[in-house]
């Protein structure tokens, strides 16, 4: 009996000892693939956000590189509107000796002049409003 007793609890505790060897290995392994999926997932997150960053900098840059064409182009009308400017101070100057009838076409001129600024000024505030439009679109409908 003793016997008995004694081969069932070496039994016993190798049983023990094997399931504990056994529920050793499950949990090494779910702690692995915990690991595993954590890693995953900073490696994705980081990838994310090295993507975002990435689109933030080319933006940035590009609007570096509009507002430096529109800084060229608003130089560039600037200079014309001087010389325009100019252009006009010598015609005022000489009308005294024009005569009548170039007077009246100057006037003509000018007013044509001034009508059709009057047209490209309309056209470039309905561009700009429809443009202004769109951007309070896109910001409106921006998730938060």
Known sequence: ???ALLVAVIAAGASWK???WRYGN???QIRQSAAEAQTKAVDDARATETARYEAVQASEREAR???NAQR???NRARAESDSLRDDIAALEAAMP???EAAV???AVTAGRLLNDCTKEYQSMA???QRHASDVQTLIEAWPQ
């Open 126 to 128: 309905e561009t700009a």
């Open 1 to 3: 009996m003793k016997v």
């Open 26 to 28: 499950e949990i090494s």
């Open 65 to 67: 590189e509009r507002e």
């Open 97 to 99: 000796e024009r005569t």
């Open 72 to 74: 060229i182009a608003a």
């Open 18 to 20: 094997v399931q504990d």
């Open 104 to 106: 009246r076409e100057y």
